[in-house]
């Protein structure tokens, strides 16, 4: 187990290199001391209002300096993040306040009331408390690495999206002393994924566990033209990219990619060709293609490619990162024998604690297993080792998909529209565009009449769904084909734009 917090270990770093800047957003620098005594003030006006150790505190802030700050106080006073994106419809944000159980919220302003009730104060981000004493609180919980850092909503096989309580050990081994990456303080990570997604685990504490430096990307959008010029001023060597975006990106904007030391792509299939375009652009350049859900922390294994050892189709997902071990089972929780498809499983310091409020699910998914101490995780995708020992990604065994990056069910998405006044049938299917990018699409059955049939769904939706799991396209027919079974028929059915 790991005997330490994240908060401790950014600690040493201030205390080894204080002066070194250790964020950068907008025209704003803060050194690695600057930073740990503004996260020092918040933390104590946490605590003043009424923080304690092992808490969970709401976090509604846009990617900013201001989120960063806000993440480091939270866990300084032993209690655990749970982000919000502030661009989340009021009704999922409330939502996910009530499922978290927090006490405490942290927003701007403009967000502040919506949160505000009895049983929960409101810190506005807008007043980090600048005039306090910026000592780091006296506070050992968490120190043993077991306990959690943050809580993080994903979507699950069914039902509402999940909270997925990770341990501050998660985070450690994944980026200290990994295996598949050496992050140094000469090196500069982009922080560009929302921090609703697990992506900026690595880019936040990969930076700040090892002494490097992170550059942030305010703005709400990913501007390839900004995004560029802020790689390029800042120096960024190491970069996180979604299948959709990094397919993309060397599809129109590959000289985004000039001056980076190692670039990471997963949250979905990688295509070789796209790979090795990068490598005929960047001889130098390492490539990094990153697998893992949620519930293991980011990463569960990753694949380093480079020039010399370019890939083919399919791309593999590759060897387990440290402190995590591999398991490729059969429906009886058996080991398969290498070549054989089997249900990828996980176990290790990156297993999440489980699901928040949630035993049943959480009994499914953490299971207790012979052949490991701890939990193993299953995580539902399908997977076979090669004989070289990499792994390769088969896909699901459920109707759970990757849309840029994020984890969407489909059957959940589906029973959300069937619940919408006027929807008498609904299937929810994944197209690509011709680019390659997967959209979602829903079909709908509705008799109703309602000439705004398809607004009118979409309305609803962003009362009820993150951005994420709102539908490309969505169809309205009066009636959907039954298959000779009486059941509804998929294989037929259009896909097109709205």
Known sequence: MTPVSVNRLFTAQVRRAPNAIALVGGDRRLTYGELDRSANRLARHLIDRGVQAHDRVLLCLPRSIDAVIAMLAIIKTGAAFVPVDPSYSESVRQRHADDSGARHVIARTADAEAFRNPSRQVIEADDLAAGRDDHGPDVDAGHDGASAIYVMFTSGSTGRPKGVVVAHRGVIRLVCNTNYIRITPADTLLLLSPITFDASTFEIWGAL??????????????????????????????????????????????RMLAGLRTLLAGGDVLNAAAVNAVFD??????????????????????????????????????????GTRLHILDSALREVPDGAEGELCASGDGVALGYLNAPEATRAAFIEHRSVDGLLYRTGD??????????????????????????????????????IPGVEEVIVKVSEDATGEKRLSAIIQSTGGRPDMKAFVRSELVKLAPPFQIPDDIQVFQHLPLNANGKLDRNPLPIGEI
């Open 209 to 254: 566990l090892n002494g490097a430096r992170l550059a942030i990307h305010e703005e709400a959008t990913f501007d390839p033209n900004l995004v560029s010029e802020l790689i390029e001023r800042e120096r960024v060597s190491v970069l996180w990219l979604t299948a959709a975006l990094f397919h993309l990106v060397v599809r129109r904007y590959i």
């Open 281 to 322: 652009a960047f001889p130098s350049i390492t490539v990094i293609n990153g697998y893992g859900p949620t519930e293991n922390t980011t990463f569960t294994c990753c694949h380093v490619m480079t020039a010399a050892n370019r890939p083919v189709d399919p791309v593999p997902i590759g060897r387990a990162v440290s």
């Open 382 to 419: 399908r997977a076979r080792r090669r004989p070289d020992g990499l792994i390769e990604f088969l896909g699901r065994r459920d109707r759970l998909v990757k849309i840029r990056g994020y984890r969407v069910s489909l059957d959940e998405l589906q029973a959300l529209i069937a619940g």
